[in-house]
Structures are given as structure tokens and as C-alpha cells.
């Protein structure tokens, strides 16, 4: 029987006995990789699942409408949530139309020689850069030399620097997913550079540089360790002065300058202290930072899919 | 004998000794003698293309006249697309090409490939149409009144009005003018080719490249655009690249034969394909290769 089959092998090739092999083969890599996956998951859902359990419970209208407080059931992270809105607010104003324009002019603009190699070679490595020497380059800079202070512009400055490098590579890399035919299509109409890139290009990379913009909102509004270096403070019991007034110009700018913190800094905190009520706290502040992540990840979702419905 | 006679007529272009590219063997190279008798709109002299280091182009010359429909045709690799997309200076959009010799716009006399020459004034005067439909992600009216809005054209009237004509002219009017908001990808591929031939016409250009603008299609909609083309030569100078003898010698007035690059013969279309000068455009036609 066994000689007979290989005498046959030795003659034609066994097609039934390759499909076997070939599925046998499928088989073995897809139980690996699901184990895999299950595995990451199983860890990830696990890390999720204790910080709700522990957390969930906590998170009520006192907690997020109070001060921080010496007593843990007292305290609350209105002005972490706050602070962490209006940092992110300064980020994205200009971390957004800063890495843009740069992912514009390096992808469109520029000419191709090694001056423009080494830029990108260093924007591209920038963003492998460990956060807390941005945090150091702040200090240095901003609240030393410029001396804008410890303050939310700083942060928001700080934190932009740190993700600007996401956003070029991601508003290049959708510049140059766009297909070769719609370029050629928009120069051979007669437009020049500025048209073709502002009336066709850039629409139809958004979608692409959304999701970097998200991505690299989605790390600063989790970065500590720069915003400590520059001197953010662990407690503070007021809110900056409201971005909207009753009186004329309606709006007020100094809430930029105001002294804050941010919900990472508040965990930080409570988390080193030793009574159980704090990291009860801290564990309620991880479920609404996660929150606030999985709510700007929702909203570019949102913009993505009416952008695209829009262009159909 | 017939060739004799349209020689003599004068209908048929005299030859001309062209100069011969350093070590290549030289090509005669027919360019008509006729353009004091029918206008010009563009001349094409002494052409050569370089991708990097690589030649594609080698010496290329002919005439294009002015509201006719010059074919260019040839096996795949030939060089005809990349000769109809150096009219709209395309290869300006990608690194380490370059031009030599010159393409002769009329009246202006302006060289078209010359450096000094901006490629946007190009496009400005001559219109593209693309092998493939690329009509913009944007609605049927957006996209014919596209070359208008790049010109600074925004009067809302001024541009309605062109937008119809452009449509009427591309044969596509009827079928959309209810529907003008509309994306332009809800359109059928001979239909989003009509709207792109829309789009190049809105402006009115001097002349309006077709780079092989049926070979995605389908034989129905095919015929919609070369009965369209047909239609166009009465007001604008079309030169059309193909991969399609037949179709060449349907619609076309004056016909080239492009071969590794060089323009082997260019002539009346009826003369190219009832009496080649060459053995090689014969054997072209007579499908030996291609």
C-alpha cells in the first residue's frame, strides 16, 4: 500500500494529498494566531475590567463636580477633567494646522534633495523620542526662557510638540495614498500647486490625517511625565477663568495662563497615597480618562463616515 | 500611383531628412509641407523624452492641424502616451524627467516643454482626457465647472451657462440635467468619461489631448465617444492616442505610427492605411505585431 503510494509520487504529483497538507497547514497557523489574539485580549480585558470594577462605583455627579479634598470620599477630579479639556483644546489648535502645513510642504512642496532626507528622517524619529525630554525641552524653553509660566498654554504647547511628529508622518502618509489618477486629474484641469492640494488633495486625505490627529490626541491626553516636568501642579482647587464671558469680546483668553492639572497627574497622586479611598479615585479617574479616549476615537469615527457618505 | 498623384497634389506630405540622434540609425522622418495651406495649431520638431537616463522618445516630429483629428497610434511601449502627456507637461508632476527639442504652440509660438515655459500656462491652453475616467469625488456640475473655478471664473450665471454647453458638447446634457448634484461616481464608466471630455471642454481649450479614452470601455459606449470626437474636431484640435487602428482610421484626419519610441510614419490617415511608406507601419497594420 505505502509503496504502491510512493511509487505513485514518484510518477505525478498527489494533488488530494497537498490540499490536505496545505489545510492541515492553515489550520495549524490560525489556532496559533487566535491563541494569540485571546491571549492579548484576555490581559487587556482583564486590566479594563478591574479598573471598572473598582472604579465604576465611584464615578458619580460629586466626583466629577468636585475638588480635590484631604478626605477621599470628598474629593473629586473637577479640576483634572477640566485641566485636560482645555490642555487638549490648546494641543489639537496647534499641534493640527502646525503638522498639516508641515505634511503638506514636506509631501508637496519640497524639493527632493538630502536637506529634505534628513528632515524627515528626523521627524520620522521624533516620534520614538521619550516623552519626558519634551517635558525637559518645555521647562527649558518655554517656562525658563520664554517664561510663559507652569501654565495650560505651556502644556498645551508641550503635549503639541509631542504629537506633531504623528501628525506630519499621517497627513504625508494620506497625501501619498491618494491614487496617481485624481493628482493628474486636478493639474490637468489647469490648476496650480495651492489649488490641487487645498480643493482635492486635502479633502481626500482627511479622512487619513483625522485618524493620525486622533491618535496622537488619544497618547498626549494620557502623557504624564512631560506635563510634571514643566510643574503642573497635583492640587488645585479652582477652575481657570471661563473661555466665555457675558461682556464684550465674549470670549477671554486668560484661562491659557492659569495654573492646572490633568487626570493622569490626579491618578498619579491619589494612586501614591495610602489610603484605599484615593485609589478607589484613581481607578474612577482611569475609567473617564478611557472614556474621553474612546470619545474622541467615536467622534473622528463619526466625522470619517460623514466625510466619506458625503463623497459618494 | 495613387501615392504619386496625391504627392503631386500636394496631399500628401512631402519627406524630410530629419536630424539623426548619435548613434541611432536615422529615421526619415515625414513631416508635411502643407502648413501654409491648412493652419497649424501645434508642430512637434526634433522631440526627444528621457525617463532619468532612459530614452523613451527619440526625435520626434510632426504636425498637428489646427480643428482636425490627429491619431496616434502603435504597439504598447511606443512611446504615444508618453508623447501625448509631455503636450500637457505631465511628466513635470514626477522627479528627473526631461524634455529636449520643442512642441510649437499656435499662434502664441510658445514651446510648450521649454523649462521656462510654466507647465501651468500648458494645461491652461490644453486640455487632458485620461485613460482610465478619473472624474473628482464631487458632484457632475462640481466637476465640469472645476476648470472653470481654477481660472478664476465664479460668476454663478457665466458658469452655469458653460457647464451646459460643456455638457451638450460632451453628449451627456440630456442624460444628466436632472441630476447635476449628484456624485459623478454614480455615473457609468462611458458616461464618466463623457464628463471628464466635459470637464477638459468647459474652459476651451486650444487643443484636447485624448490618451487612449475608450480603452476602459465598453464597444457601446465606445462608439458614444468616437462619434463625440467626430463632433468635437468642429471647434477644437484633438490629438488622440490609440491602441485602436480601427479606431484610428475611423475618426481621424491625419494619422502617426509610432514605433520603440520614434514616429515611423505620419500622414493622411487614408494614405497610412490604404499605402505605408514604411514596411513597418505595414506590418502594423496588417497585424504582424502590435
Redo the contacts between chains.
Sequence with gaps: MTESRQAAALTRIDEVALVARAQRQDLRFAIVGFSVLILTMAILLALIADLMIDGVPRIDYQFLTSYPSRHPDRAGILSAWVGSALVMVVTAALAVPIGVAAGVYLEEYAP?NWLTDIIEINVTNLAGVPSIIYGLLALGLFVHTFRLGQTILVAGMTLALLILPIIIVATREALRSIAL????????????KW?VVS??LL??AWPGILTGAIVGMSRAIGETAPVITIGALAFIAFLPPPPVQGTFPFVNFDWLHSPFTVMPIQMFNWISRPQHGFHVNAAATGVILLLMTLLMNGLAIYIRYRIRRG?? | MMLNVLRETGVMPAVKESAPVAGQIAVQNPVAARENEEPLRARVNGFNFFYGDKQALYDVSFPIYDRKITAIIGPSGCGKSTLLRSLNRMHDLYPNNRYEGEIILYPEQINVISPQVNPMLVRLKIGMVFQKPNPFPKSIYDNVASGLWVRGIRNKAVVDERVEQALRQAALWDEVKDRLRTSAYSLSGGQQQRLCIARALAPDPEMLLLDEPTSALDPIATARIEELVTELANTVTVLIVTHNMQQAARISYYTGFMHLGRMVEFDRTESLFTAPKEKRTLDYITGRYG
Design positions: 527632493k489618477e485624481l493628482r493628474e486629474a486636478a493639474y490637468g484641469i489647469g490648476a496650480d489649488q480643493m482635492y479633502p481626500a463623497r459618494k
